[in-house]
Nanobody, 128 residues
Framework: QVQLLESGGGSVQAGGSLRLSCATF??????????MGWFRQAPGKEREGVAT????????DYADSVKGRFTVSRDNAQNTLFLQMDSLEPEDTAMYYC???????????????????WGQGTQVTVSS
């Protein structure tokens, strides 16, 4: 089976930084066209896309709310996904989820419908 495991969440003051990691297990898909990404869900809100990266090309996409502050990347073996979060704001407080697609797409949209595999989440809390 495929398993995604997030880590790196925690509590931080506004303006601080956190680096999230997503280790993948049993994710055997290779080549270009697959998608990996980060989503988040705050209490009372729907899960929203934060950042995505396309395998092969490495093309990334970001939600407007985090653009310029967050950076998504993968390691050389493409088995670990990262999210570097800088200049954190209280509005960034949420449960953050790692996700990966099971199919190839022409683009990696910030939409949960593109993703088949999900981690259990890691909590990020930003205080003012």
């Amino acid at each position: 089976q495929v398993q995604l495991l997030e880590s790196g969440g925690g509590s931080v003051q506004a303006g601080g930084s956190l680096r999230l990691s997503c280790a993948t297990f049993g994710y055997t898909y290779s080549g270009s066209g697959y998608c990996m990404g980060w989503f988040r869900q705050a209490p009372g809100k729907e899960r929203e896309g934060v950042a995505t990266v396309r395998t092969g090309s490495g093309i990334t996409d970001y939600a407007d709310s985090v653009k310029g502050r967050f950076t998504v990347s993968r390691d050389n073996a493409q088995n670990t996904l990262f999210l570097q979060m800088d200049s954190l704001e209280p509005e960034d407080t949420a449960m953050y989820y790692c996700a990966a697609s099971g199919l190839r797409y022409s683009s990696c949209a910030l939409s949960r419908v593109h993703y088949s595999y999900w981690g259990q989440g890691t909590q990020v809390t930003v205080s003012s």
